[in-house]
């Protein structure tokens, strides 16, 4: 048995999934770590969720809205506090870690 905090369904918008998210990313500006998971069958639409097409900031997905977000914050306390960011992506699928974020082949 699994316990979830949030289950959206499939007429969610990217704006209500980021909504819905932005309290707990936006945490990690008081020191807190935040994992944002994705999980379901292939084709089921989580990398959309995650990324979105790049092409409309309306599409974007809950990666760069929170990046957007987190950066705009720092930006407008840069005088006040200085924030380093750390991301990590990785897929696992069969049972296999990749880095989503490298271009080395494993």
């Known amino acids: 048995m699994f316990?979830?905090?949030?289950?959206?369904?499939?007429?969610?918008?990217?704006?209500?999934?980021?909504s819905d998210t932005q309290p707990l990313i936006r945490s990690v500006l008081?020191?807190?770590?935040?994992c944002i998971f994705a999980y379901g069958q292939t084709g089921s639409g989580k990398t959309y969720t995650m990324s979105g097409p790049s092409t409309s900031k309306k599409d974007w997905g809950v990666n760069y809205r929170a990046l957007n977000d987190l950066?705009?914050?720092?930006?407008?306390?840069?005088?006040?506090?200085?924030?380093?960011?750390?991301?990590?992506?990785?897929?696992?699928?069969?049972?296999?870690?990749?880095?989503?974020l490298s271009n080395k082949i494993a």
């Open 3 to 18: 316990k979830f905090n949030k289950v959206f369904s499939s007429f969610a918008s990217q704006a209500d999934v980021f």
């Open 30 to 34: 008081d020191g807190f770590n935040v």
């Open 71 to 100: 950066f705009d914050i720092s930006l407008n306390r840069r005088n006040i506090f200085s924030y380093e960011v750390g991301v990590q992506m990785v897929e696992i699928y069969n049972e296999q870690v990749r880095d989503l």
